[in-house]
């Protein structure tokens, strides 16, 4: 599949420029859905609750920031030739040890989110079946096998699919509940309410982001992406994504600010506020809505599980094998390789297996914690410490003679990475200062 569609029939790679077509959306749907957990749904919910559509702005602000950086990412790849590691490589050492000692903290943690996250609407529809540690681990090792004998091109399909399940679940609900459209054009002009500006962080900041958005770029090259000649699409990909992504966020605001802002309702912090949005669904629109919401929530959250076991895992081996490869070169870093075959190959490798395993199995002890809420706070911590790094390393890299002329960043993607860099640091503080030390 990728050496077809980034090659000429003669092996030499087709440079020739790509017009932008709707048939080719993929990898940005991809990331898109991995980004966005129960959890943000969560904070989205609770953010409408609390000030009903008066922070909508804010949530069309943190689309176009999750844009910037999706394209950030995607354009270095294919501007370069070069994987993202390889552009943090020639950052220094200290981005090689940040990463390593970060992807392993929050693999072991995140694991086990992902799969409490996913447990919880099963155990909603199921309640007489297994409890949530049994659904936790089961969703864990079907994530396990799906991606280790899957290759991206089965992969992105399911991850489609659950889009659409997402997609159809949220929009539903939201004009179930009965958006006021004059209310939600009103939010769009900036407000600050009082009490407001965390959550609105919150809005532009969180929401689909996390490590996975650097994943981008890995999952752009499985898709057969691996020149600039395919920037144009790239760039309709990224965009189609985060506007779904837009929609999605805009509807959990619509419920939040017409079911439970009107009424005065709250939901519990955590995943587990998507449970009491069931019950709450049930009550006033009865068990179909209710059942079909929790569907949606499973969707959600098990395309988060599958998208890191795949994304992250990818970049990790890429780590793993441009470490080697430096070793054996004596420093002289890594062959060229194009993109599609290159993650191919990876996707069949042993590092990216062992992470897989990782990703998989030690969390499970995590599973057993009578106090899981710690769990869920060291996990916010750890993904608000990497998106800074993620914004400024992208400017520091497309700025700079790494990347061609050409596809240098402009005043606009510079500003808006600043902005992204800036939001992320102020959430990663936040964060720290919100620990209970």
């Known amino acids: 599949m990728a050496e077809i569609s980034g090659t000429t029939g003669t092996g030499e790679i087709d440079s020739r420029p790509r017009k932008s077509s709707w048939k080719y959306i993929g990898p940005g749907i991809v990331v898109a859905a991995t980004g966005v957990g129960a959890g943000d749904l969560v904070a989205t919910l609770i953010a409408g609750s609390k000030f009903g559509y008066t922070l909508m702005w804010a949530a069309v602000i943190g689309c176009l920031v999750k844009i910037s950086l999706a394209e950030a990412a995607g354009r270095w790849h294919l501007a370069t030739g ?159 994504a985060y506007i779904t992504t837009g929609i999605f966020v805009v509807a959990m605001l619509v419920v939040g600010a017409e079911l439970l802002h009107s009424s005065q309702l709250a939901l519990t912090k955590g995943d587990r506020g998507l449970i009491d949005l069931g019950q709450i669904l049930e009550d006033r629109f009865g068990a179909v809505t209710a059942k079909l919401f929790l569907v949606g929530f499973f969707a959600t959250s098990f395309s988060s599980l599958i998208g890191v076991w795949h994304g992250v895992s990818l970049m990790f081996a890429d780590f793993v094998e441009r470490i080697r490869a430096e070793r054996a070169a004596g420093g002289a870093g890594a062959a060229d390789e194009p993109g599609g075959p290159q993650i191919a190959r990876q996707e069949r490798s042993v590092p990216f297996r062992a992470y897989v395993l990782w990703l998989t199995f030690p969390p499970m002890a995590l599973l057993w914690l009578d106090e899981p809420f710690g769990l869920v706070i060291v996990y916010g911590v750890l993904g608000a410490f990497f998106m800074p790094f993620l914004a400024l390393t992208l400017i520091w890299l497309l700025n700079s003679a790494r990347t061609p002329r050409e596809w240098r960043n402009g005043w606009l993607s510079n500003g808006m990475l600043a902005l992204a860099g800036l939001l992320f640091l102020v959430l990663c503080v936040q964060q720290v200062r919100d620990l209970p030390w």
């Open 82 to 240: 070069r994987t993202l590691f390889e552009g943090w490589r020639t950052l220094g050492s200290w981005t090689t040890v940040y990463f390593a000692v970060y992807v392993v903290i929050w693999g072991f943690v995140y694991g086990a989110t992902a799969m409490s996250s996913s447990a919880l609407p099963i155990v909603a529809l199921f309640p007489d079946g297994p409890g949530l540690k049994t659904w936790a681990i089961i969703t864990g090792l079907i994530g396990l096998v799906f991606v280790w004998f899957n290759q991206y091109a089965v992969f992105e399909k399911v991850m489609t699919v659950l889009v659409g399940v997402m997609f159809v679940v949220v929009v539903y609900v939201a004009l179930r509940v009965g958006p006021d459209v004059g209310a939600s054009i009103a939010g769009l002009a900036p407000v600050l309410p009082d009490g407001s500006l965390i959550y609105t962080l919150g809005l532009i900041g969180g929401v689909g982001g996390t490590i996975t958005m650097a994943a981008y770029g890995y999952w752009v090259n499985a898709k057969g992406w691996n020149n600039s000649s395919w920037m144009k699409v790239m760039r309709l990909d990224n965009r189609v």
